[in-house]
């Protein structure tokens, strides 16, 4: 069966200070992968959407980046945080096969910048 | 890519059938319609997929009119443990873009 895995589960970081979040997917090949953002309580953001290795599509303008070293593996990743980039990201993967839109979702990383 | 529009919030009590209405107007000819369901503090979670017509689990009917234009979710008899937030989705390019939401509360 396949899981994702994603880590840490809660991280406080100060303004200004790198970040590297992982997630992996195991039990599948060639997933879709993305990276969520989700402030307040409400409203998935996408950043980031990958449908292969190196294949990446930034969503939205931040100073956030993402990469997809392995198949199973996408990484988000900043040089310095903001205050403002304090939320719950979750990361996900899809089989990507039309017509299915399932997406399977991590445990996600509750990010507090201070 | 097709913009969906829910409403932000309903209320209702327990035993309940709730029907939550998407409004979908761009939708793509091959595109098929999702909802997912999230908990507080987790992910969201897939609840049910179609395109055309009715499709039931046993979670939940989805209900797309013939313009499929729009999509209802039912929920049958609704429990305090269905309060929760629920998106509809139709594909945009193959990606999954979450709305809003509409905020279920169940109450006693």
């Known amino acids: 069966s396949q899981t994702i895995h994603q880590w840490p589960a809660t991280l406080v970081q100060p303004v200004g200070s790198p970040l590297s979040l992982e997630c992996t997917v195991e039990g599948t090949s060639n997933p879709n992968l993305y990276w969520y953002r989700q402030a307040a309580g409400r409203g998935l953001q996408l950043l980031f959407y990958?449908?292969?290795?190196?294949?990446i599509s930034s969503e939205v303008p931040q100073n956030l980046s993402a990469s997809r070293p392995q198949d199973r593996q996408f990484i988000l990743s900043s040089k310095k945080l903001l205050l403002s980039d304090s939320g719950f990201y979750l990361c996900?993967?899809?089989?990507?096969?039309?017509?299915?839109?399932?997406?399977?979702f991590g445990q996600g990383t509750r990010l507090t910048v201070v | 890519l097709a913009k969906t529009t829910q409403p932000i919030s309903m209320d209702s009590y327990e035993g309940q059938e709730v029907n939550i209405t998407c409004s979908h107007n761009?939708?793509?000819?091959?595109?098929?319609i999702t909802w997912y369901q999230q908990f507080p503090s987790q992910g969201p979670r897939f609840i049910i997929q179609?395109?055309?017509t009715k499709v039931t689990n046993e979670v939940a009917s989805l209900f797309i009119p013939a313009d499929r234009k729009s999509s209802t979710l039912s929920l049958p008899r609704v429990s305090l443990s269905d309060t929760a937030v629920y998106y509809c989705l139709p594909p945009q390019g193959g990606k999954l873009i979450f709305g809003q939401g509409t905020e279920l509360s169940v109450k006693p």
């Open positions: 996900a993967w899809s089989a990507g096969v039309w017509p299915s839109t399932e997406a399977f």
């Open positions: 761009n939708i793509a000819t091959n595109d098929y």
């Open positions: 990958s449908v292969g290795i190196g294949q």
């Open positions: 179609g395109y055309k």
